[in-house]
Antibody, heavy 123, light 109 residues
Framework: QVQLQESGPGLVKPSQTLSLTCTVS??????????WSWIRQPAGKGLEWIGR???????NYNPSLKSRVTISVDTSKNQFSLKLSSVTAADTAVYYC???????????????WGQGTLVTVSS | QSALTQPASVSGSPGQSITISCTGT?????????VSWYQQHPGKAPKLMIY???NRPSGVSNRFSGSKSGNTASLTISGLQAEDEADYYC?????????FGTGTKVTVL
């Protein structure tokens, strides 16, 4: 059973770059047809999709964040990562990583999810 | 790119049925059959309840069902139980992005 676990600093200073890693266990990140995604949720608010990277390496980003976001994969470590530059207090949120399976072109929703990690942007 | 629209709250008594709507546009909900629904309890990660509009993952109760008409998708919870009290989010996949709904708080009276 595939499990995802987020890791990274819990506190980032304004204007700096937020960096998070999602470690995949129980399966290979480079096999199958999957989208590996990042999603965030500010306290008391809804979910916001940040972006995804496909097994092939292609990426899609939320247009509102596109200029600041980079998602990459490290197959040797079975991890994928998020970098969000020039952060402000508005980027304070719980950040989740999640997998989206595609089978014969059918997109089957985000499952599983990591437990989430709180990142606070503050000086 | 705007969030999909959901009612802020829906409530029902135990045993009743409730329906949560999720309204988008022809570019997302109406243009793809890749609408998913998620249940989120406080302090927990979301849980996939429905994918591809109406399919339930293994292990999800058949009290949860999904449908779509035009640009609006719906999640129905039948036989409402206390454990169903949570936040619910829809999402719509597109070829270039994914949109989430604004979220609905379900209260079991």
């Amino acid at each position: 059973q595939v499990q995802l676990q987020e890791s990274g600093p819990g506190l980032v200073k304004p204007s700096q770059t937020l960096s998070l890693t999602c470690t995949v266990s129980g399966g290979s990140i480079s096999s199958g047809s999957y989208y590996w995604s990042w999603i965030r949720q500010p306290a008391g608010k809804g979910l916001e999709w940040i972006g995804r990277i496909y097994t092939s390496g292609s990426t899609n980003y939320n247009p509102s964040l596109k200029s600041r976001v980079t998602i990459s994969v490290d197959t040797s470590k079975n991890q994928f990562s998020l970098k969000l530059s020039s952060v402000t207090a508005a980027d304070t949120a719980v950040y989740y990583c999640a997998r989206e399976t595609t089978i014969f072109g059918v997109v089957m929703g985000f499952d599983p999810w990591g437990q989430g990690t709180l990142v606070t942007v503050s000086s | 790119q705007s969030a999909l629209t959901q009612p802020a709250s829906v409530s029902g008594s135990p045993g009743q049925s409730i329906t949560i709507s999720c309204t988008g546009t022809s570019s997302d909900v109406g243009g793809y059959n890749y609408v998913s629904w998620y249940q989120q309890h406080p302090g927990k990660a979301p849980k996939l309840m429905i994918y591809e509009v109406s399919n339930r993952p293994s292990g999800v109760s058949n009290r949860f069902s999904g449908s779509k008409s035009g640009n609006t998708a719906s999640l129905t919870i039948s036989g409402l139980q206390a454990e169903d009290e949570a936040d619910y989010y829809c999402s719509s996949y597109t070829s270039s992005s994914t949109l989430f709904g604004t979220g609905t708080k379900v209260t079991v009276l």
